[in-house]
Structures are given as C-alpha cells and as structure tokens.
C-alpha cells in the first residue's frame, strides 16, 4: 500500500475505508479505556493482573502500528509529531513503556501515575466526532471572554473573603484571609460544605448576597459559549455546499 492511500484512510474520513478505519479505532480506544477502568477493580490476583497486563501490551501495540504508520503516511511527518494529537497519541503510548522500564519498589507510585495516564486515550475520540469540533471551536473562541469572567471572579471572592475575615474573625472558623477565600468559593459555586459558616447578621447579609452571585457564575460562561456555539455550527452549515448541485445543506 503506498503513501497516499494510507494517508487517506487514517487521515481520511470521507472514504468508506476511512470511516471503517475510523470507526474500528473508536472501538479499540474505548475498548483499552474500559481495560484500564476494569484492571483497577478486578485485578486482585497474579492471574486476573496477568490477563490485564497481556491486552494492555496488545492495546499498546496496535497503537504503536498505528501512530507509525500516521508518521509514515504524513506528508509532513514532523508537523504531525509535533501537533496536539501527536502529542495526544504520544500520551496513549508513553505510559506503558515507560512502566515496564520503571523498577523498584519506590517507583510504584510513579508507575502507577504512569499507568493512569493511559486515560488519555479517549482524547483520540475528540477527532472522529464532528460535533466534538465544533464544540473544541466554540470553546476556543470563548476562552478569552471566559477567562477575564473568572478572573473577576477570582479578585470577587479574594475581596468577600477578605471582608468576612475582618467581619466574622476567628471564633466563628473564619481564622485566615486563604481560610476565608476557601469559605467564598465554596459559597459561590453552591457547594458550601458547612465546615465554616457565619454567625453575625452582617456576615449572614454578605453570604447572601455570594449565594444569589453564585447563580450568575453558571449563567455568564454558559450563555457566553452558547453564542461562539451557534455562530461556529452556523459556520459549520454555511460550509457544507453540495459538491452536486452546488447549493448549501443539500436544498
């Protein structure tokens, strides 16, 4: 098979062989995600960790033969290495090795690190599925407004925080300004554990007013990402014109 006919099935999907490479991937990624998931809550004896260990290594070889042959295959094999997803399929390969050369009993913490990073690999779902595009389009464009949202944010609950401190004080479980920080953002996200809570009236009046902020801390972001979300599926659309008739959608 030469150059280009592989690259149009592995970086193809507008060929039936593209789509059938395709889609058999989705079914190995997925298949070596639930290994992983499994080998953590079944392998409790030498035999099971062996059978995990075997399909592990055959997952990994696949994946090696695979991202060979997309370095092959590339026009520009160096551009690929070094994209987010060759930095991706990189990340489902490394761990494995990098386990098996790992040795001594004070590394088996960091080859169990390791070995978790093998989660990775559903990242190489994200590049089969359009919709996912779209979605990693519209969150790119959003990622400025969204930034600047959280970090007014980020200066709102270090101002309340600060402000409870000298209203509540320490008998009241408000012993730090980092200790009252923690209190405001767990009180704006609507988590509020309870382990601190204020007594004073005024204290009461400002968690209040945190509370019903912390309603507007879901609301912004996501009215924010719906709006690059219609204008990228718009683009999407307007995009898709019928090689036939010429025409936009299939009219």
């Not at 090696?64 to 399929?89: C, K, L, Q």
């Not at 386990?99 to 990242?123: C, D, K, N, P, Y």
């Not at 409870?164 to 209190?183: C, D, L, R, T």
Request: a positive charge.
């Amino acid at each position: 098979m030469n150059k280009e006919r592989l690259h149009g099935i592995i970086f193809g999907t507008d060929t039936p062989e593209g789509r059938r490479f395709d889609t058999l991937l989705m079914v190995v990624i997925v298949a070596s995600v639930l290994v992983v998931m499994l080998e953590t809550a079944l392998a409790h004896d030498t035999t099971t960790r062996f059978v995990f260990r075997m399909l592990e290594w055959a997952f990994t070889l696949l994946f090696t033969i695979e991202y060979a042959a997309r370095i092959w295959s590339h026009p520009r094999p160096r551009n690929y290495v070094f994209s987010f997803w060759g930095v991706v399929d990189v990340l489902a390969l490394l761990p494995t090795f990098l386990s098996g050369v790992v040795e001594g009993t004070q590394a088996l913490l960091a080859i169990r690190l390791l070995r978790l990073m093998r989660v990775f690999r559903v990242l190489k779902l994200v590049r089969y599925v359009k919709e996912a595009q779209v979605l990693t389009k519209a969150l790119w464009l959003s990622f400025h407004k969204i930034s600047v949202f959280f970090l007014a944010i980020l200066l709102m609950v270090t101002l309340l925080g600060s402000i409870m401190y000298v209203v509540e004080g320490g008998e009241n479980g408000f012993s730090s300004i980092p200790a009252s920080i923690y209190w405001a953002v767990i009180t704006i996200t609507t988590v509020g554990y309870g382990d601190i809570v204020p007594v004073t009236a005024l204290g009461k009046f400002i968690a209040s007013l945190i509370m019903v902020t912390g309603y507007a801390v879901i609301a912004v972001p996501t009215g924010i990402l719906t709006v690059e979300l219609n204008r990228a599926v718009k683009e999407k659309q307007d995009a898709e014109v019928c090689p036939h008739c010429g025409k936009p959608l299939h009219e």
